[in-house]
């Protein structure tokens, strides 16, 4: 009927969305106080985008005349939206996060064509979250907040979840725009239910909830299922609890499944409790074989999560697991994670796929808060903050209530807009190197830890250890001199504690992560391992090349035959047509792999 075909043509488009939106993808990880280790709330993001110069875009609190206008710059595309009257005062907000303790994290979903850039919506999803952050002290006024904003002003961008804390609660929301149909939004909020933890990766996740009526475990959009029922998406009841969000605006194809919720799969199999999540079970949902076996929103965790588990997952590449692309030929002999073509290519009229990792190579900038709501409210949110690859980024602290930053990490209030980032005069850009840029000085690192994955991990691993004792030990510092203070009265010098941490901490990170890049420049020059040798007069120093598994080798025996083989100890030489003969060579002859220069 014309239901089923209109559900067949959205799961067809929803494919293609998917695999398109992930240019500008994220992953989230929301965990609750019942499931972490020290009983705060921890909120990890990836901002995973090409085209994105990530570093610290921030707004300072302050107070606005009757008449005075907000400009809403499209986070994806640098324009112009239009404008919004400011209200009476707005607050202090550093990345995701603001001096209350609320943090915002995001993930696209994508969802139905028809439901985003609706004409005259002002309200991408980006400048939604800052707007709204400068606007709430908690998290359920956060969801209110986007929500009326949506109503007033639209909202133009694809689906989105967002998982929203202030400390206290953990709520994650679903949304999308109405297109030309009107403004405002459809939603679904959900507060995830102490002791549990919830992951999302570009597909929406909450399926069926009503009913919704409990403010406090779950809110929506009034027109939420009536919407549906409107453009046809829904043949049933307003109030029928089979309705689904997901099934009915993002419903998951097999490239949702394969590209998105995989992730999810890797991160719950990795910390949920097994009478929680059957990861064998759910496999084949995963892989996108079977896409009945729709997973849980959210699972209890086996152990109490830590910061380092959200770091640990974010960064991952779906270690020992079916996804792993490290130990295919196309991992080559450094069993590298990482594919340069896209996540499609094709060959011989069949199409194939690349795993997206979670920790990909285009993240701009990632986090994970702790958020700590028993805290003076602008130390309530700690971001462990890092620009470019979340697996080889030194993690900055910025208190939510920060409102400065080190000169390398800074992006004034510009969400990366190159206009608004040269009127400031920031260093760096995307066709722009600069030594100035955080973005650019990890950047570096990064670059060269892919060409030599397996023998750089460690020494990145080792950086990441000496910054982050640094960090722990200024952070406790700062956390007790500004509490202080801030118990005191003397706000201001506690404001200032926590601004020179997070200048003090971005100064840190960059000067170590230069001398990183100079250490790993040194120790892999030409494909080499170089390590220092006193006995060495000439170079100070032993160069040796790297030894391969016998795995790898193989593989290139099957695919080469005898092309590389070499006469050697078992043949004095191989003839034309492929035979071993076994006279010996002259011993007193020297082997040319041992004159100088033509090895090493």
């Known amino acids: 009927d014309n239901f089923d075909i209109k559900m067949a043509l959205q799961m067809y488009v929803l494919g293609a969305l998917c695999l398109v939106s992930s240019v500008f993808a994220c992953t989230n990880m929301l965990v609750t106080q019942g499931a972490s280790k020290t009983g705060e709330i921890l909120l990890g993001d990836n901002d995973d985008s090409s085209g994105r110069h990530g570093l610290v875009t921030h707004f300072p609190r302050n107070s606005h005349k009757p008449g005075e206008m907000r400009e809403i710059w499209d986070f994806e595309r640098g324009t112009y939206n239009g404008a919004i009257p400011q209200p009476s005062e707005t607050y202090n907000v550093i990345s995701h996060s603001n001096e209350y303790g609320v943090v915002i994290g995001e993930t696209t979903h994508g969802?139905?064509?028809?439901?985003?850039?609706?004409?005259?919506?002002?309200?991408?999803?980006?400048?939604?979250?800052?707007?709204?952050?400068?606007?709430?002290?908690?998290?359920?006024?956060?969801?209110?907040t986007i929500a009326s904003l949506c109503e007033e002003y639209g909202y133009l961008s694809t689906m989105e979840g967002f998982s929203i804390t202030d400390g206290k609660e953990a709520w994650y929301m679903e949304l999308i725009g109405k297109g030309n149909y009107s403004k405002g939004i459809v939603y679904v909020a959900?507060?995830?239910?102490?002791?549990?933890?919830?992951?999302?990766?570009?597909?929406?996740?909450?399926?069926?909830?009503?009913?919704?009526?409990?403010?406090?475990?779950?809110?929506?959009?009034?027109?939420?299922?009536?919407?549906?029922?409107?453009?046809?998406?829904?043949?049933?009841s307003a109030t029928d609890p089979s309705f689904s969000l997901s099934d009915t605006y993002d419903p998951v194809t097999p490239m949702g499944a394969r590209f998105c919720e995989a992730r999810v799969w890797y991160i719950f199999s990795q910390l949920a409790a097994k009478e929680d999540f059957d990861a064998e079970y759910y496999l084949p949902y995963a892989q996108g074989f079977n896409l009945t076996r729709r997973m849980p929103l959210w699972v209890r965790p086996k152990k109490g999560i830590t910061r380092a588990d959200v770091h640990r997952l974010l960064s991952s590449k779906y270690n020992a697991s079916w996804f792993s692309p490290s130990n295919d030929v196309?991992?080559?002999?450094?069993?590298?994670?990482?594919?340069?073509?896209?996540?499609?290519?094709?060959?011989?009229?069949?199409?194939?796929?690349?795993?997206r990792i979670i920790g990909t190579q285009f993240t701009a900038w990632h986090f994970v808060a702790v958020v700590n709501a028993s805290l003076p409210e602008p130390m309530r949110a700690l971001l462990y903050w890092g620009s470019d690859d979340h697996a080889w980024a030194p993690k900055i602290p910025l208190f939510g209530g920060a409102s400065e930053v080190h000169s390398s990490y800074d992006d004034s209030n510009c969400s990366a807009r190159l206009a608004c980032r040269e009127q400031a005069n920031l260093p760096g850009s995307m066709m722009s190197f600069s030594w100035d840029s955080a973005f650019w000085v990890n950047s570096a690192v990064a670059r060269l830890v892919y060409g030599?994955?397996?023998?750089?991990?460690?020494?990145?691993?080792?950086?990441?250890?000496?910054?982050?004792?640094?960090?722990?030990?200024?952070?406790?510092?700062?956390?007790?001199?500004?509490?202080?203070?801030?118990?005191?009265?003397?706000?201001?010098?506690?404001?200032?504690?926590?601004?020179?941490?997070?200048?003090?901490?971005?100064?840190?990170?960059?000067?170590?992560?230069?001398?990183?890049?100079?250490?790993?420049?040194?120790?892999?020059?030409?494909?080499?391992?170089?390590?220092?040798?006193?006995?060495?007069?000439?170079?100070?120093?032993?160069?040796?090349?790297?030894?391969?598994?016998?795995?790898w080798l193989?593989?290139?025996?099957?695919?080469?035959?005898?092309?590389?083989?070499?006469?050697?100890?078992?043949?004095?030489?191989?003839?034309?047509?492929?035979?071993?003969?076994?006279?010996?060579?002259?011993?007193?002859?020297?082997?040319k792999i041992e004159v100088s220069g033509v090895a090493n």
């Open 330 to 355: 196309g991992a080559g002999a450094e069993k590298s994670p990482y594919r340069w073509d896209g996540l499609v290519w094709s060959e011989n009229e069949k199409e194939y796929v690349n795993e």
């Open 452 to 551: 030599d994955v397996s023998r750089a991990t460690s020494l990145v691993e080792c950086a990441q250890q000496k910054y982050d004792a640094w960090v722990n030990e200024h952070v406790e510092a700062a956390l007790s001199q500004a509490t202080r203070q801030y118990i005191s009265g003397d706000k201001q010098s506690a404001q200032y504690t926590i601004n020179q941490l997070a200048i003090d901490g971005g100064g840190e990170a960059t000067k170590q992560w230069t001398a990183l890049w100079q250490l790993l420049m040194v120790t892999f020059q030409d494909g080499m391992t170089a390590v220092k040798d006193e006995t060495n007069f000439l170079c100070g120093c032993k160069k040796t090349t790297p030894e391969y598994d016998d795995e």
């Open 111 to 144: 969802g139905l064509r028809d439901l985003s850039h609706g004409a005259g919506t002002i309200f991408d999803y980006g400048s939604l979250i800052m707007v709204t952050l400068q606007r709430s002290k908690t998290a359920r006024e956060a969801i209110k």
């Open 554 to 591: 193989a593989k290139i025996v099957k695919d080469t035959g005898d092309h590389y083989r070499l006469p050697g100890a078992s043949c004095a030489y191989i003839d034309p047509d492929g035979h071993c003969h076994t006279e010996k060579p002259h011993s007193s002859v020297f082997s």
């Open 190 to 236: 959900l507060k995830v239910p102490d002791g549990y933890f919830t992951a999302n990766a570009n597909q929406a996740r909450i399926t069926t909830f009503l009913p919704c009526d409990d403010p406090n475990t779950c809110v929506m959009a009034d027109d939420t299922v009536t919407f549906a029922i409107k453009l046809g998406l829904w043949n049933k």
